[in-house]
Structure formats: structure tokens, C-alpha cells
């Protein structure tokens, strides 16, 4: 029997054809690549499609490839990646899209192909910036609606923008610019005398 990886490899080129970019392997899976303006209609076949069968959305999440891997990356930099499951031939898939504009990353939602990934797209909104076209519902879901930026792009300073406390004399919550003092901190490495001898 074949190996079922080459047997989803075929079938994926047999299908989807020209709109495949790239399928290549890696970590025993197949991630397969596509271009946004194709995204939600490959995401149709991969679960319509009786021989591919990927009725399920297991994961969605958002990839900022600014700084990959501690290289120089060439190419677009926000990607979103469906981790696809189907019960039915027992196979996993990674579908990648990029985002083609990096100050405006936008792609379609596949919410109407699987619902699961309503709070998916919006935590890779909210944490990465990503807009998600034809989402019904795409607003913050992990920070605070009033909060400007999204943490997990790599230009956001750590410490944050503003930081918010209760002023006793307003009796009221205020926001104000923070006021942590930016420090290193360098361990004090302490050794005995006999070390290393």
C-alpha cells in the first residue's frame, strides 16, 4: 500500500491543479499553499470534494514572518494556516495563505465553510492584525476594545502604550502613558573558589 501522504499529494494536485502554489512536507504532514484570491475556493473543494474530505477545521492561526526564524524573510508577511482534518480517509492538512498586502493583510474568512473558525479569525485579528473578508462578527476577543495595536506583531513595545489605574481624588479609572522604567537585568553568577578546578 502506498504511503498516504503521496496518496493526499496526488490527490490534492488531481483536484485543485492550478490553483495549488506549493505543497511540500514537513513534520509528517503536507502543508499546501495557495494564493488568497484562491483560499476560500480551495477551502470549498478540500471539504466538498468526496476524495479530499477535510470536514473539519481543527486550528487557524496567524503567522508574522517579519523576523522567521532569525532570517532575512522575502516574501509577503502575515500568513494565516488551517490545520485541516479528515476523519473519514484518516489525513491531516496545513493550508497556507498569505496575506498579499503586509500594511493591509487581508484575506477571506472561511467561516461559512467551518464555523470553528469564527474565534480563530478573530484571536488572528485581534493578536496579529489580520482582517478576515466576509467575517460576520471580527472584533477583539482577547484585549480590551479600547486598546490600540495588536500584541503579537512584532513593532509593539512590551511594556505597552498606556497603562490603566484608579485615581482616588476622580474616584474613577484613568488611563495614562506608562510609567515602567525600562531596565536590564543581568544575572550576578556567584561561583566557589575550588570551581572548575
Not at 476560500?40 to 503567522?63: I, N, S, W
Not at 489605574?165 to 531596565?183: A, G, L, N, S
Amino acid at each position: 500500500m502506498r504511503d498516504l501522504l503521496t496518496i493526499l499529494h496526488e490527490r490534492l494536485e488531481k483536484v485543485l491543479g492550478q490553483k495549488v502554489s506549493r505543497i511540500h512536507e514537513a513534520l509528517g504532514e503536507l502543508t499546501l499553499v495557495v494564493r488568497s484570491e484562491y483560499y476560500q475556493e480551495v477551502a470549498t473543494t478540500l471539504r466538498d470534494d468526496p476524495t479530499l474530505g477535510f470536514e473539519q477545521l481543527m486550528d487557524l492561526c496567524g503567522v508574522d514572518y517579519s523576523e522567521y526564524g532569525n532570517a532575512t524573510w522575502e516574501g509577503p508577511r502575515f500568513a494565516v494556516v488551517c490545520h485541516l482534518l479528515s476523519v473519514q480517509h484518516n489525513w491531516r492538512l496545513r493550508l497556507k495563505v498569505f496575506a498579499p498586502e503586509d500594511s493591509y493583510p487581508l484575506v477571506a474568512s472561511v467561516t461559512p465553510i467551518w464555523n470553528s473558525a469564527n474565534w480563530y479569525e478573530r484571536e488572528a485579528f485581534d493578536l496579529f492584525g489580520i482582517l478576515f473578508d466576509g467575517h460576520e462578527d471580527l472584533r477583539r476577543i482577547l484585549t480590551d476594545y479600547g486598546f490600540i495595536g495588536h500584541p503579537f506583531r512584532k513593532d509593539f513595545p512590551v511594556s505597552g502604550n498606556v497603562e490603566m489605574r484608579y485615581d482616588p481624588d476622580q474616584k474613577r479609572v484613568i488611563y495614562q502613558p506608562v510609567t515602567i522604567e525600562t531596565r536590564e537585568v543581568t544575572p550576578r553568577v556567584i561561583r566557589e573558589e575550588s570551581y572548575g578546578a
